[in-house]
């Protein structure tokens, strides 16, 4: 389940990546966290932080290769480590080549 949690703190810019503006988050009650904003893309002044369960790290991770971030970026974006960032990565290659195996 996801909720929505409202919290003052900074958005501070960090670095650039190829495709990315990488912001830092610090807010009240010890919540860390990057942001990405693709380049070109509206910096917002306000955002709002969502909290899932762990389970649903594959997906984020997923959406987020397919969009051009790097893995490190990933892992210090959704706070778990490079290493767990590239198995998820093969998992989902080889999910995706066995759906294509099952298809032919």
């Given amino acids: 389940m996801t909720e929505r949690t409202a919290a003052n703190g900074t958005f501070r810019f960090d670095s650039d990546t ?24 509206v910096i917002p002044g306000r955002i709002t932080l969502l909290t899932w369960q762990p389970a649903s790290a594959k997906s984020h991770v997923l959406r987020m ?3 051009g971030v790097s893995q490190k970026d990933i892992a210090v974006a959704l706070g778990i480590t490079a290493g767990r960032v590239s ?16 298809e032919s």
Avoid: C, N, T, W
């Fill in 18 to 41: 190829k495709r990315y503006h990488r912001f830092q988050v610090e807010g009240e009650g010890g919540i860390v966290g990057s942001v990405f904003i693709p380049k070109g893309g």
């Fill in 87 to 102: 198995q998820i990565r093969a998992e989902g290659i080889m999910s995706a080549k066995g759906k294509l195996r099952d």
């Fill in 65 to 67: 290769l397919d969009e």
